[in-house]
C-alpha cells in the first residue's frame, strides 16, 4: 500500500502514528511544503521571544520518521490527479498514491489595505515568518499588532519581551472576541494594560503608510517599526478544490475523515469538524484536534473503520503570565454564572441541566473536568452549579461528574490500535 500525505506538521504526525499502528509494511511519503520538518506552530512565538531556540521547536523528530520508515520530500504539491492516483510536485516529480491524506493545515487572512505590502507587515504564523520578524525587531520601537485573537496576542507577548512597545488595534469591542465573553474579556484586557501594552478596541486599520504609520478608522495615526497582521485563518483547500473533492469553509469529510473521494482524507485544520454541540460544521483550527483527526485518519487509510464524533470549540492561552482556557457554546444564551478571586475568575453558561460553556482565567486545576462536563453533556443541575461556583474546586465538582467519569473509564477513550 502505498500512503502519501500533503504537509507534514500535527495532522501529519498523527497520521504516521494511526497508519503504522495497523500497517508496519506500506510505504509512507510525506509532502513538506515548508520544508523545515515537524514542527509545532504554537512554539514559533517562544522562537520570536527568544526564549526558545530552534531545536525545541520540533513535533516529531527525524528519528520518528526514520523509526516509521517515512520518507519526507521538501516539496510542495501542486496538483492531484484522483482518477489516476497521482499527484504532482512544484518540481515536476509525480507520486503515485493508493491512499491520500491531505493535512495542508491553513494560512492567514490578508485584509486588502493600502500599504498591506510593506516589507515590514508581517504574519506570525510559519517558522519563517517568525525568523523574518526577528530580524525587524528593534527595542523601543513600536510594533502594531492588527487583531486580538490568540496569534495576535502571541506576537504582542513576544515582540514585549524583546522590548518593544507593543500596541493591538482590534475591530471588535472586545480582546479574544472568539474566545471570551466581554466580562472576561475585561479581566484579560486589564492584565494586559497592567503589562504596558496599549489595545485599542472598536477600531480597524485602514491604510500603512511607505514610512510604515498605521492609519485607523478614526484618523488616529500610529507610526510603527513593525506591523503584524493577525486577522484570521483560512483552510488550505485550493488543492481539494481543484481536485474536485466537496469543500465547503473547509474539506468536507465524513465521521472516518475521508473525503468526498474514497482514497483521499483529510484532516487538522483544513478541514470541516462536526461541532458536537452545536450540530454545526465548523472549522476548529486547534493542535490537540488536529492531531487526533490526523491518527483517525491514519488508522482508516490502513483499513479501520473509526469514527471521528467531532469536537467542542476548546482552546487553551496563556500569555504574560495570565492562563485562559475555554470550551463550549460562545453564541447560546443560558443562565450565566461569575465568579472572581484576585486575578482568577470563571464563567459558566448554563442551559437546564446542561454547562454549555465555561471561561476559566487563572484556574487551571479544574478546566479538565468542566471540559469533560462540556463535551459529554453531563447533566447536572443548576443549583449544584450555583453551589459549585461559590468556591470553585476539584473538592466542590458535582458527584454527577465523579459518575460519569468512572463510566467513561470503563468504555476507554479514541483509540483504534
Ligand atoms: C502562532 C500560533 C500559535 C498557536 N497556538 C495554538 C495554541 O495555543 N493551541 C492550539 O490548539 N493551537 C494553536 N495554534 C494552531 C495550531 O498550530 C494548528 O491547529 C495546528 O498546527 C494544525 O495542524 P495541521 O497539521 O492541521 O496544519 P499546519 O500546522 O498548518 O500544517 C500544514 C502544513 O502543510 C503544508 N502545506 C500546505 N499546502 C501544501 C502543499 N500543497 N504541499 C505541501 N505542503 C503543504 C503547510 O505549509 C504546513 O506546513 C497556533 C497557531 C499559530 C500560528
Same mark, same amino acid.
Given at each position: 500500500m502505498r500512503y502519501v500525505i500533503i504537509g507534514n506538521c500535527i495532522a501529519a504526525a498523527g497520521a504516521v502514528e494511526g497508519i503504522r499502528s495497523y500497517d508496519q509494511k506500506g510505504e509512507i511519503t510525506i509532502i513538506d =511544503?515548508? #520544508? +523545515? *520538518?515537524?514542527?509545532? #506552530? &504554537?512554539?514559533i512565538s517562544y522562537l520570536l521571544a527568544g526564549s526558545? =531556540? %530552534? %531545536?525545541? !521547536?520540533?513535533? +516529531?523528530s527525524e528519528a520518528f520518521f526514520a523509526r516509521n520508515q517515512a520518507r519526507v520530500i521538501p516539496a510542495r504539491a501542486v496538483r492531484i490527479d484522483p482518477p489516476a492516483g497521482q499527484l504532482e510536485l512544484d518540481d515536476g516529480m509525480m507520486i503515485d498514491y493508493d491512499r491520500l491524506l491531505l493535512a495542508t493545515g491553513a494560512s492567514p487572512l490578508i485584509p486588502e !489595505? &493600502? *500599504?498591506?505590502?510593506? &516589507? #515590514?507587515v508581517k504574519t506570525l504564523y510559519t517558522w519563517k515568518d517568525a525568523e523574518e520578524i526577528a530580524a525587524l525587531v528593534e527595542t523601543g520601537a513600536t510594533a502594531v499588532i492588527l487583531g486580538s485573537g490568540l496569534i495576535g496576542l502571541k506576537a504582542a507577548e513576544a515582540l514585549h519581551q524583546r522590548g518593544m512597545k507593543v500596541v493591538i488595534v482590534e475591530?471588535?469591542?472586545?480582546?479574544?472576541p472568539r474566545l471570551l465573553s466581554p466580562w472576561s474579556a475585561t479581566i484579560a484586557l486589564r492584565h494586559l494594560q497592567e503589562q504596558g501594552i496599549q489595545v485599542l478596541t472598536g477600531h480597524q486599520a485602514v491604510s500603512i503608510s511607505e514610512s510604515g504609520e498605521v492609519e485607523l478608522d478614526h484618523g488616529a495615526k500610529i507610526p510603527a517599526q513593525l506591523v503584524i497582521v493577525a486577522v484570521g485563518n483560512r483552510p488550505n483547500q485550493s488543492l481539494a478544490r481543484e481536485a474536485g473533492l466537496k469543500t465547503g469553509k473547509g474539506i468536507i469529510v465524513n465521521q472516518y475523515l475521508?473525503?468526498?473521494?474514497?482514497?483521499i482524507w483529510a484532516a487538522g485544520d483544513v478541514i470541516e469538524t462536526h461541532n458536537?454541540?452545536?450540530?454545526a460544521a465548523e472549522v476548529m483550527a486547534l493542535l490537540p484536534l488536529a492531531h487526533l483527526e490526523g491518527y483517525l485518519a491514519g488508522c482508516n487509510m490502513a483499513g479501520q473503520a473509526v469514527r471521528y464524533p467531532g469536537a467542542i470549540f476548546l482552546n487553551a492561552v496563556h500569555f504574560m503570565g495570565m492562563h485562559i482556557i475555554a470550551a463550549g457554546e460562545p453564541n447560546r444564551s443560558g443562565t450565566v454564572l461569575q465568579w472572581q478571586q484576585g486575578s482568577s475568575s470563571l464563567e459558566m453558561t448554563i442551559d437546564g441541566d446542561y454547562l454549555l460553556r465555561y471561561i476559566a482565567i487563572n !484556574? &487551571?486545576?479544574i478546566t479538565g473536568p468542566l471540559t469533560a462536563i462540556v463535551e459529554q453533556q453531563i447533566r447536572i443541575e443548576l443549583k449544584e452549579w450555583q453551589e459549585f461556583i461559590r468556591e470553585p474546586s476539584m473538592a466542590s465538582l458535582p458527584a454527577a461528574y465523579w459518575a460519569e467519569m468512572r463510566r467513561w473509564e470503563e468504555h476507554g477513550g479514541l483509540r483504534c490500535g
Open positions: =511544503g515548508e #520544508r +523545515r *520538518g515537524c514542527y509545532s #506552530r &504554537p512554539l526558545k =531556540g %530552534a %531545536a525545541g !521547536l520540533h513535533y +516529531r !489595505l &493600502p *500599504g498591506i505590502e510593506h &516589507p #515590514r475591530k471588535q469591542e472586545q480582546i479574544l475521508q473525503t468526498s473521494d474514497p482514497d458536537i454541540l452545536s450540530g !484556574l &487551571p486545576g
